[in-house]
């Protein structure tokens, strides 16, 4: 939720965004992309990575 990934206004279209530009599956549930995330980044990783894109906010 804090990174905008879930749970807010245009969530979905970002969840797609980040799964397109990471290669990952696009049927991909939100848990399922979260656990991903979990595994393949740190926190840090993650929030820098999310900066770098577009229609992101930095957290």
């Given at each position: 939720?804090?990174?905008?990934?879930?749970?807010?206004?245009?969530?979905?279209?970002?969840?797609?965004?980040?799964?397109?530009?990471?290669?990952?599956?696009?049927?991909?549930?939100?848990n399922g992309m979260l656990e991903a995330l979990n595994l393949l980044f740190g926190r840090e990783e993650l929030e820098a990575l999310l900066a770098e894109e577009r229609g992101f906010d930095k957290v």
């Open positions: 939720v804090a990174l905008g990934l879930s749970g807010g206004e245009g969530s979905a279209e970002k969840r797609r965004l980040l799964l397109k530009r990471l290669d990952l599956p696009e049927h991909l549930t939100a």
